[in-house]
């Protein structure tokens, strides 16, 4: 299902595109993406990627204003994606945990204050900055949560299993 709903991206490293890769027999795909997740590491070639710095404002030349944007390999784009869905899928993520949140959450905060306020109550509101945070997590730590919940890849329609 995954791999049917790709139309046109950049290649990657390795040159191939969403179409070259449809040609392949999924069978061999499923099987490639299945070893690739037991032996819980990604080859050179599905992980590697060419990295370009779009600037945010025109003309500038300061990295901290620069969009890094990174475009790795079809075959590892597929694998991130089938592993995604099913993540998605298995795991219960709040609207608030996401960036759709971010509207909410500012409703939410702006009724606190305005009843602590109303009420005379204290309120005590800390802040995390996440700026980043997604880089934090390390590929092992995904790797092990993976073979924690036993999963791996199957049928020809590419999406995530569990073996329960």
């Known amino acids: 299902m995954v791999l049917r709903s790709k139309q046109k991206s950049s290649p990657g490293p390795d040159g191939y595109t969403w179409n070259e890769l449809k040609k392949v027999k999924i069978e061999l795909l499923i099987s490639l993406l299945n070893l690739t997740l037991l032996s819980g590491r990604v080859p050179a070639g599905m992980s590697d990627g060419i990295t370009t710095l779009l600037p945010k404002v025109k003309g500038t030349r300061n990295p901290a204003e620069m969009r890094p944007i990174t475009v790795t390999s079809v075959l590892g784009r597929l694998y991130h994606c089938v592993l995604g869905n099913r993540f998605e899928a298995e795991l219960s993520i709040s609207d608030a945990q996401k960036g ?35 880089d934090s997590v390390s590929h092992d730590s995904l790797w092990v949560a993976c073979m924690h919940m036993r999963m791996y890849i199957s049928d020809a329609t590419t999406k995530l299993a569990i073996q329960n």
Request: net charge positive; aromatic share 12%.
């Open 100 to 134: 759709e949140g971010l509207y909410l959450n500012s409703q939410l905060l702006q009724k606190a204050i305005t009843v602590a306020r109303r009420d005379y109550k204290n309120l005590r509101i800390g802040f995390v900055d996440v700026k980043k945070a997604f």
